[in-house]
């Protein structure tokens, strides 16, 4: 079965930092470019950051650029995603998917919660 | 960034009646591939989103076939030919040509 889980989630104080794992099983990881998709609570889907299959090339949305850096081992058949300098507003719940111009797989997602 | 922007926000529909959602978006969608990077995803109350539809209209497997993808260009539509109760939740449209990704606002889809 395809599937992709993701941990790392928690409460963290503003400007702080969290790193976001998701191990995929059921597919050859590293033939597939990868995505990170965001839901604030209450809110609508944001697309976060991509990643190629060889992690050659990395996209990022402006909210988070120069922030969140994302990354791969395709070895573990993981995707990461590196969080710093966090805001109120990056609360929400961080999903891993699988695509680069369409995501077909979708995990459960992780919860983060910025706050004092 | 391609703004995505999709019309009506909310849907009430009656059971058995069609259902109609457009997503537009500010620059258009055909990649310099020739392909059109549109998909529709639908997302049920507390579940995870899940995709019907990508490149505009391609039913992904498993999807019941009265949900249908149109359009071209800068604008496209998601129809349900005919709405079931398990239909409801929150339906969002995303363009994969251009960097970075965007969503649109996402349409709530309810029965009346």
């Known amino acids: 079965e395809v599937q992709l889980l993701e941990s790392g989630g928690g409460l963290v104080q503003p400007g702080g930092t969290l790193r976001l794992s998701c191990v995929a099983s059921?597919?050859?990881?590293?033939?597939?470019?990868m995505t990170w998709v965001r839901q604030a609570p209450g809110k609508g889907l944001e697309w976060v950051s991509g990643?190629?299959?060889?992690?050659?090339?990395?996209y990022y949305a402006g909210s988070v650029k120069g922030r969140f850096t994302i990354s791969r081992d395709n070895f573990r058949n993981t995707l990461y995603l590196q969080m710093s300098s966090l805001r109120a507003e990056d609360t929400a719940v961080y999903s891993c998917t699988r695509g680069l111009w369409s995501m077909d797989v979708w995990g459960q997602g992780t919860t983060i919660t910025v706050s004092s | 960034d391609v703004v995505m922007t999709q019309s009506p926000l909310s849907l009430s529909v009656t059971l058995g009646q069609p259902a109609s959602i457009s997503c537009r978006s500010s620059?258009?969608?055909?990649?310099?591939?020739?392909?059109?990077?549109l998909n529709w995803f639908q997302q049920r109350p507390g579940q995870s989103p899940r995709r019907l539809i990508q490149k505009a209209s391609n039913r992904d497997s498993g999807v019941p076939d009265r949900f249908s993808g149109s359009g071209s260009g800068t604008d496209f539509t998601l129809k349900i030919s005919r709405v079931e109760a398990e239909d409801v939740g929150v339906y969002y449209c995303?363009?994969?040509?251009?960097?970075?990704?965007?969503f649109g606002q996402g349409t709530k889809v309810e029965i009346k």
């Open positions: 995303m363009q994969g040509t251009h960097w970075p990704r965007t």
């Open positions: 990643i190629t299959s060889g992690g050659v090339n990395t």
């Open positions: 620059q258009s969608l055909v990649h310099s591939d020739g392909s059109t990077y």
């Open positions: 059921g597919f050859t990881f590293s033939d597939y470019g």
